[in-house]
């Protein structure tokens, strides 16, 4: 699946009025340096403004009706304040003037002493480069455009086949205008746009159950769900998922050849590397990476990119929550470890360059290293020579989610798999959970297909409370072994 | 001291509230309901002697359901301008009409008892007087001593928090009741071992009172246990075993039950318990309550978020489903009465526990001549519909009633179904360390997946 559009689109950021920032929150630019001054008061090094307003729709229908809508809206305002290796953070959603001024020096409270930093003049800045595309902006779109998507899909699951008993499809969207302000002199604003429709099927044989999931999405418009997925593909893809776990057997137990389908199986390449490549991880040397910069850590096959900048994708952005241009980064070079996520905070101590992946999931969190697009890229093999190589094996169909530790421990969940014998799928296999530590596996892959792509663009990564979208990819490909958690 | 600055204390939210259920009835709903959460947060992380993160910060959030002719639409906001609410509540009555007319849409109808918040024991005025000195201090000596452990070779920092929250809801029935709550907590997380061989746990207290919280000597010697226990794992060979679950694991076995016998996962057909109410789905062993009127404990509260009265609910009883667990919506769908579960449109757990045996981990151990101690899971892997569990799986290897070594690397994987039917043995060790809990329980069999 592709998700990006014609570069005829226009995006909503250069639609958008040419307000000066703080202006569309009520706060004029002297007001905003004169709060970071204020931030600055007690000896910070640095001190820095995010303000965010969003607005979000949400409809959802269940049990044949359209169930229920609802909008909501955050405003807010967060102030943090760097000094050393130290934090300090305060934020209020209340933009009266005492409120925020409390929230600057609450931050400024994380030094002790007298202003040491002046404030910069603010030099307003434009993103580079416009990452999002939309022809049918979905905050302009009215409800009932967005009831017919939703019902659309609804009615393809149902009708799907006779095994399906429930559904549930939802709709959402959301407009985020953010707004960075640093001491440095930084003014950057983003209006970030995200679209997300996804459908679960439940079927049921002889008081069986198993359900299906799938969905689409990014930062575009309405127009995505006519022209990259329609919700009738939405609606029967998780319907044929749960008529096909139906019949599904258990998986097996112990260590096998794994072989990972193209797209979903990115959630690999997330948890056994993208997390523990988060640079917060390894400054603070509690992931297995931190002293394995410049060194092999896995198998010539491996090269690993994360990249904010793939247009119409979820987990990009024109600048992170930090107000920095993000830029494609090499994590991986064939098995050799290149670089690390960074923020603000880790690139200053590591003393290396930022990368653009501090984010923060809205204006009441400081950012932290966090992933955009992860991806693995292609190999020289067809998917066929792969699967043929396996004479008996486990293959990953779909997956649901994963969980690492900074040990390099990880798990992923497979909602579908299929075994392998002499080389071909045979029966469907439902959910399992595999296990492995990242610098064996990542050793332990033996072939990468030439299929490069991405999974379904309705991904959330969750780290330290914080939920920010992403998403993975990856090509098909070969793990000598693994631990299946099936049953024996 | 910041006595002054918790959340607004006299202002009137509870008349903000009706005055907005008002307004929506005046744009045409018949039913409205408001929320209103008025909360403050003080939180600081501690590493390697320093504070890292110190966050301050109060900030609130109104919700709002709005039904005409039977259908609903919500609203939310964090913007608490008087502009933005009533535009909110106007869009929202507008936009109910587009929504399908659902029968058993609707408010709870007003209960004639209330609960005395105050009789709940939820509020400790002391939270508000501790100095961030303390606080820093709680979690500086937390992580201190955990480091003088000389096998603990990294920390992932120690943490104190607090809260207090204000909650306050109004309905066009006629409901109006708000309380306040407090909840303090403490925690530090580790590593032991070395770079490539690392392992890492952590351990925390959280309550509602601060003079309940255990020390920083308590806290760190769970942690530093918990962790250093695991040090030079195996992996074994995959086998079916009994598995014993430490009260930190029967606690997420309790949830996904809960995942399972709620309300709303049974309307829509997506919990293997579905069709089973008032049939045994366990053995004698497992009797399982939701209890929002135990004082004190962390899932108390004097109604939900229907504005129905918090009880207590006996859900299994010795092995019996006696009821699923329900918003005022779930139980119209399923022609129940509200147990007082609900929490925005969904339903939630209030106070959800295993009622505890008589045995010791310690006999449940001796009594084990070969098994798995599962101490840390990774990985989702529920499946409600099904009752499906598969989970990455961190133990400690036990022959003949004897913990002989740490394993890692490994699945573990049952069915919810199957495995209440084979609780062998129940612990007498149940902690009300978070609303979801249990005590240790020994399952007769599950698939362990090494080599």
Redesign the interface.
């Given at each position: 699946m592709d998700g990006v559009v014609s570069p005829k689109s226009v995006s909503l950021s250069l639609m958008s009025p040419p307000l000066p920032l703080g202006e569309r929150f009520g706060l004029d630019a002297a007001d905003l340096r004169k709060v970071l001054e204020l931030a600055l008061s007690s000896g910070g090094d640095f001190a820095e403004i995010y303000l965010e307003r969003r607005g979000y729709d949400?409809v959802n229908m269940?049990?044949d009706?359209?169930?229920?809508?609802?909008?909501?809206?955050?405003?807010?305002l967060g102030v943090r304040v760097l000094r050393g290796?130290?934090?300090?953070?305060?934020?209020?959603?209340?933009l009266a003037p005492d409120k925020v001024r409390k929230?600057a020096l609450?931050a400024a409270?994380?030094a002790r002493g007298k202003a040491r930093t002046r404030s910069a003049r603010i030099r307003p800045r434009r993103s580079a480069a416009d990452v999002y595309r939309v022809r049918q902006p979905a905050d302009r779109a009215g409800?009932?455009k967005k009831?017919a998507l939703v019902r659309e899909a609804y009615e393809a699951a149902r009708r799907f086949d006779r095994q399906i008993?429930?559904v549930?499809a939802t709709f959402q969207d959301s407009r985020s205008d953010i707004a960075v302000l640093n001491s440095e002199g930084l003014s950057v604003r983003d209006i970030r746009p995200m679209v997300k429709l996804v459908c679960l099927a439940?079927s049921?044989k002889g008081g069986?159950?198993?359900?299906g999931f799938w969905g689409g999405g990014g930062r575009v418009g309405l127009e995505y769900f006519r022209d990259v997925l329609t919700p009738r593909t939405i609606g029967e893809q998780a319907a044929h998922e749960a008529v096909l776990l139906i019949e599904a057997v258990d998986?097996p137990?112990?260590?096998m050849p794994i072989v990972l389908a193209p797209g979903h199986s990115g959630v690999l390449i997330h948890e056994a590397v993208g997390h523990l490549l988060e640079a917060d991880f390894n400054r603070?040397?509690?992931s297995?990476f931190?002293?394995k910069l410049g060194r092999t850590v896995g198998s010539e096959l491996v090269t690993i990119y994360d990249d904010p900048t793939i247009p119409a994708y979820r987990g990009s952005y024109n600048v992170d929550d930090e107000g920095t241009r993000p830029r494609k980064t090499l994590l991986i070079e064939k098995g050799r470890v290149c670089g690390f996520l960074q923020d603000r905070l880790s690139a200053g101590l590591m003393k290396q360059a930022l990368t653009g992946h501090g984010r923060r999931q809205d204006f009441?969190y400081?950012p932290i290293p966090r992933m955009a697009n992860t991806y693995i890229e292609r190999g020289e093999h067809s998917p066929e020579e792969i699967l043929a190589s396996v004479d008996r094996g486990f293959y990953v169909a779909s997956l649901?989610?994963?969980?690492?530790?900074?040990?390099g421990?990880?798990?992923?969940?497979v909602s579908l798999g299929y075994l392998i014998e002499g080389g071909r799928l045979t029966a469907p296999v439902?959910?399992?959970?595999?296990?492995?530590?990242n610098?064996d596996v990542l050793k332990r892959i033996e072939m990468a297909g030439s299929d490069l792509e991405f999974g379904l663009q309705t991904g959330t990564c969750s780290k330290e409370g914080q939920d920010v979208p992403v998403s993975d990819g990856c090509p098909t490909l070969k793990i000598s072994k693994m631990?299946?958690?099936?049953?024996? | 001291m910041r006595a002054a600055a918790g959340p607004v204390r006299d202002e009137n939210l509870t008349g903000l509230a009706e005055k907005l259920v008002s307004f929506a009835r005046k744009c045409g709903a018949d039913e409205a309901e408001v929320s209103l959460i008025d909360g403050l947060e003080f939180d600081v992380d501690i590493r390697k002697g320093k504070v890292e993160h110190l966050v301050e910060a109060g900030s609130r959030v109104c919700g709002i359901r709005v039904i005409k002719g039977r259908r609903t639409a919500y609203a939310s906001s964090s913007d608490l301008a008087p502009e933005t609410l009533c535009r909110l509540v106007r869009n929202a009555a507008k936009r109910a009409e587009l929504a399908s007319a659902d029968e058993f849409a609707g408010l709870a109808p007003l209960s004639k008892k209330t609960i005395d918040p105050g009789a709940l024991d939820l509020f400790d005025p002391s939270i508000a007087e501790i100095d961030s000195k303390t606080k820093i201090r709680l979690a500086l000596e937390t992580e201190r001593i955990a480091l003088g452990d000389k096998r603990i070779t990294n920390s992932y920092g120690a943490n104190f928090g607090t809260n207090e929250v204000r909650s306050v809801l109004a309905n066009s029935n006629g409901f109006a009741g708000e309380y306040r709550q407090t909840y303090c907590e403490l925690s530090v997380g580790l590593q032991a071992g070395e770079t490539d061989d690392k392992v890492e746990d952590s351990w925390f207290s959280a309550k509602r009172r601060f003079r309940d919280l255990a020390p920083p000597e308590e806290v760190a010697r769970r942690a530093v246990e918990r962790t250093v226990r695991q040090l030079n794992p195996r992996k074994i060979r995959t086998r079916n075993v009994p598995v014993i679950f430490e009260p930190t694991q029967t606690s997420w076995l309790l949830a996904f039950l809960f995942g399972c016998v709620s309300g709303t996962a049974v309307y829509q057909k997506a919990s293997f318990l579905a069709e089973k109410l008032g049939q045994r789905i366990g053995n004698a062993n497992v009797t399982v309550f939701d209890d929002g009127l135990l004082p004190g404990k962390l899932g108390t509260r004097p109604f939900d978020s229907d504005g129905v009265p918090s009880q207590r609910t006996a859900v299994v009883e010795k092995g019996v489903l006696k009821n699923f667990l329900c918003n005022t919506y779930a139980a119209r769908k399923l022609r129940l009465e509200s147990t007082g579960n609900a929490d925005g449109s969904g339903v939630s757990p209030n106070n959800f526990y295993l009622e505890p045996g008589t045995a010791t981990a310690r006999e449940i151990i001796g009594a084990t001549k070969e098994g798995l101690l599962l101490i840390r899971t990774l990985g989702h892997g529920l499946n409600p519909v099904s009752g499906d569990i598969s989970r990455g799986a961190f133990g400690l290897w036990i022959e003949n009633g004897e913990v002989t070594f740490p394993v890692s690397e490994i699945t573990i994987s049952g069915n919810l179904g199957r495995i209440l039917n084979g609780i062998e043995a129940v612990g007498s060790d149940l902690e009300f360390f978070s609303p979801v809990t249990g005590p240790t329980v020994k399952v007769a069999e599950m698939t362990v997946a090494g080599e």
């Open positions: 949400f269940e049990e009706i359209i169930k229920e809508t609802a909008e909501s809206v955050s405003l807010g290796g130290q934090t300090g953070f305060g934020y209020t959603n209340d929230a609450t409270a994380i409800l009932g009831i008993v429930k549930k439940i049921e069986q159950r198993e359900f998986a137990a112990g260590e603070k040397k509690t297995i931190w002293n009441s400081a649901s989610g994963g969980q690492v530790e900074d040990s421990k990880f798990t992923f969940s439902k959910q399992a959970t595999l296990i492995g530590t610098i631990t299946v958690g099936g049953r024996t | -």
